[in-house]
């Protein structure tokens, strides 16, 4: 392979550009969401629901997030970045739009399916970003992606607060949400395509052409399945977009739900049970930590809700900060990620247990500071191990599997939460520390095979 082709440093400052607008997606992304996501509870009561009927209502999201982040994570993959987050940011800002013209419980309904099933651009974007870096790089550029989607999170109420102390303030909340998606969409269009796929082509040719025994090129030393596998892993999504052009409607429909089926298939039958477990444990830990805390401080330490406010602040701050920590903690791990896992859960599930025998507000500030520092590093890791045993050309289906599996835990957080509460306040964090110790338990079982297996790949590497 021609070698002015394989240098990639001939472009860092392109590649750095374009990493960093993604940022600015992410960042705008989760701003707009979180303007709309505190006032929605209020306005469908005021559509005249019921709580029982509010509750259903709430739950359609989550329930539309379960079935379809697997699947469009998978779509991703088949036609390519490009389209599939465009088309997410889109369909994401009708709803919005929709939901700004929402006068009744049934158009609340309606305008809630398009953002249920499409609202995958986060998952996306960092599909994307595993495709553009190294697997080394890939832990800090997560971690700083999450730091600026955290940021935005944070500053969204603020405004959407604000806007909603004007008459109608819920509308127009929700059309600056819509428009923010479509600024993000317009962004998206205009990244240099052409140059990213490039970049992600280059680097998978050079780290393949590693493993080859010859210096001749990677074609004289690689049977022709290699060949067809290694093809498969590297054809930019322009190759992509060409193979759809030359079919008929129908054609492209078949094939491409054929292909996400294949992917979802591939995904299925790897073993990334204990990955998927780990997941689903400690998110609904962290869910039942979360689950009761404004009750949990009323009760327990008589603050009140504005002071409960100011301490979930400064949590949710303290998150996002901790998302730059991940690349010099990975890097202090050499890139041990089931060991950074382990540690990181163990602290978790340490700082829980505090949490929920803390006998006064001290306490329970000190264990905030670092759980939110605990949970951004695990979250990271967790994202990472599933790309490191599950393969980074099924990245988009293996990130939307991983919110399917997240989503299950916001479905049964929940239930878990108020069964527990009924023996005590402290109960949702108790049962937290019970599952999160499974997950330990799990980890120590499984880390000494992950290392082998990331071994014996750095090992096939080398030879």
């Known amino acids: 392979m021609n070698n002015s082709k394989c240098d990639i440093t001939h472009k860092p400052r392109r590649q750095t550009r374009i990493i960093q607008c993604i940022y600015v997606v992410g960042f705008m992304d989760l701003f707009g969401v979180s303007m709309i996501i505190p006032l929605l509870s209020h306005h469908v009561k005021s559509l005249g629901a019921s709580p029982t009927v509010a509750g259903i209502v709430g739950s359609t999201y989550g329930v539309l997030q379960l079935f379809s982040s697997t699947v469009v994570g998978g779509w991703s993959d088949v036609v390519g970045r490009r389209y599939s987050l465009l088309t997410c940011l889109l369909l994401s800002a009708f709803g919005y739009g929709l939901l700004g013209l929402s006068s009744s419980i049934a158009l609340f309904v309606l305008a809630r399916i398009p953002v249920g099933l499409f609202k995958h651009s986060l998952s996306i974007c960092r599909a994307l970003l595993s495709d553009l870096v190294s697997e080394k790089e890939r832990p800090l550029v997560i971690g700083h992606f999450n730091a600026a989607s955290s940021v935005g999170f944070i500053l969204g109420p603020v405004v959407g607060g604000y806007l909603t102390e004007h008459e109608g303030g819920f509308y127009?909340?929700?059309?600056?949400?819509?428009?923010?998606?479509?600024?993000n969409a317009g962004l998206v269009w205009?990244?240099?395509?052409?140059?990213?796929?490039?970049?992600?082509?280059?680097?998978?040719?050079?780290?393949?052409?590693?493993?080859?025994?010859?210096?001749?090129?990677?074609?004289?030393?690689?049977?022709?399945?290699?060949?067809?596998?290694?093809?498969?892993?590297?054809?930019?999504?322009?190759?992509?977009?060409?193979?759809?052009?030359?079919?008929?409607?129908?054609?492209?429909?078949?094939?491409?739900?054929?292909?996400?089926?294949?992917?979802?298939?591939?995904?299925?039958?790897?073993?990334?049970?204990?990955?998927?477990?780990?997941?689903?444990?400690?998110?609904?830990?962290?869910?039942?930590?979360?689950?009761?805390?404004?009750?949990?401080?009323?009760?327990?330490?008589?603050?009140?809700?504005?002071?409960?406010?100011?301490?979930?602040?400064?949590?949710?701050?303290?998150?996002?900060?901790?998302?730059?920590?991940?690349?010099?903690?990975?890097?202090?791990?050499?890139?041990?990620?089931?060991?950074?896992?382990?540690?990181?859960t163990m602290l978790t599930s340490i700082l829980i247990f505090l949490y929920a025998t803390a006998l006064n507000i001290w306490q329970v500030l000190l264990t905030s500071t670092f759980f939110a520092i605990s949970t951004s590093i695990g979250r990271t890791c967790i994202t990472d191990l599933e790309l490191q045993h599950g393969g980074v050309q099924s990245s988009g289906t293996l990130i939307g599997a991983g919110q399917s599996v997240t989503a299950v835990g916001r479905v049964l957080a929940p239930l878990l939460s108020g069964l527990a509460q009924e023996f005590s306040p402290c109960g949702p964090p108790s049962l937290g520390v019970v599952l999160a110790l499974i997950a330990v338990g799990l980890l120590l079982v499984r880390t000494t095979e992950w290392n082998s297996k990331t071994k014996v790949k750095e090992k096939s590497h080398k030879e």
């Not at 992917?263 to 009761?292: E, K, P």
């Not at 603050?303 to 903690?329: N, Q, R």
């Open 172 to 183: 127009l909340s929700s059309f600056v949400c819509a428009g923010i998606f479509l600024l």
């Open 190 to 344: 205009m990244l240099p395509w052409n140059e990213t796929l490039n970049h992600h082509m280059d680097t998978n040719a050079n780290s393949n052409s590693k493993t080859s025994k010859s210096s001749n090129g990677f074609q004289n030393c690689l049977d022709k399945n290699h060949i067809e596998h290694h093809a498969s892993q590297v054809c930019s999504q322009a190759d992509r977009d060409w193979k759809w052009r030359d079919a008929s409607l129908f054609q492209q429909v078949w094939r491409q739900l054929t292909s996400v089926w294949m992917q979802i298939c591939t995904v299925g039958s790897s073993d990334l049970w204990d990955v998927f477990l780990v997941r689903l444990l400690m998110a609904l830990s962290i869910m039942l930590y979360y689950s009761n805390f404004s009750l949990a401080m009323e009760e327990r330490f008589q603050l009140t809700p504005k002071e409960t406010g100011y301490l979930i602040s400064y949590s949710s701050t303290l998150g996002a900060l901790a998302g730059f920590l991940v690349g010099p903690v990975t890097d202090l791990y050499a890139n041990n990620m089931p060991a950074l896992l382990l540690h990181s």
